[in-house]
């Protein structure tokens, strides 16, 4: 576990100073609005990728029914054994002596 956090923070150290060349996205804000997403990234570097206009669900749809690997651990979605996993894991994750630090590391990427 110290190993998978030190690279996180390590990792996010990293592109700090990179920070105003890149576009950050927090999770939560992609998987409500991809499209929005999209548009900022169009916006900030002058692209033209597609807006797809699909909602959540119809997202969801699309990857499931075009993932390359249907294994079900390996698609983007929540299911009921990721979150088991995910339950277990968050508990040994936040109870890391290195978890402060981790914090620290993503939320200033967004201040």
């Not at 576009?23 to 409500?32: A, G």
């Not at 900022?40 to 075009?66: D, Q, S």
Request: hydrophobic share 45%; no cysteine.
């Amino acid at each position: 576990m110290a190993s998978a956090i030190k690279s996180y923070v390590d990792f996010y150290n990293t592109i700090y100073p990179y920070r105003k060349n890149i576009f950050i996205v927090k999770f939560d804000e992609l998987i409500v609005n991809h499209d929005i997403i999209i548009k900022n990234i169009n916006l900030r570097f002058n692209t033209n990728f597609r807006i797809t206009n699909l909602n959540h669900k119809e997202a969801m749809v699309f990857v499931n029914n075009n993932a390359k690997e249907k294994a079900i651990m390996r698609l983007p979605f929540p299911n009921a054994e990721k979150e088991e996993r995910n339950i277990i894991n968050r508990k040994k994750v936040v109870s890391h002596k290195l978890f402060p630090k981790a914090i620290v590391a993503y939320q200033r990427l967004f201040d």
